[in-house]
Nanobody, 115 residues
Framework: QVQLAESGGGLVQAGGSLRLSCAASGSIFGINAAGWYRQAPGKQRELVAEMTINGETDYADSVKGRFTISGDNAKNTVYLQMNNLKPEDTAVYYC?????????WGQGTQVTVSS
């Protein structure tokens, strides 16, 4: 069992920045990827950014050049630096970790970007 705890969401104006943090605890050995998904009302949950254990990263086209995912192994924490935020970035952001056949999710943190 893995527990994921997000923090860092909030309300910002368009063009502003936020940094999300996700701290993992529990049986974290064997996790091979971690990252962030988001879901806006009426929309499907979508991948925002993901990092593998090898350091490879993947970003949604809509956030490339604006968001950066990083990790701190010593703290078992993954971060999402979000710059130049846009109103369309408004969503609940979920921390995510995966093994080959098991997925873990945080409870979500709200990010709201005003016009």
């Amino acid at each position: 069992q893995v527990q994921l705890a997000e923090s860092g969401g909030g309300l910002v104006q368009a063009g502003g920045s936020l940094r999300l943090s996700c701290a993992a605890s529990g049986s974290i050995f064997g996790i091979n990827a971690a990252g962030w998904y988001r879901q806006a009302p009426g929309k499907q949950r979508e991948l925002v950014a993901e990092m593998t254990i090898n350091g490879e990263t993947d970003y949604a086209d809509s956030v490339k050049g604006r968001f950066t995912i990083s990790g701190d192994n010593a703290k078992n924490t993954v971060y999402l630096q979000m710059n130049n935020l846009k109103p369309e970035d408004t969503a609940v952001y979920y921390c995510h970790a995966r093994l080959i056949t098991t997925h873990y999710w945080g409870q979500g943190t709200q990010v709201t970007v005003s016009s």
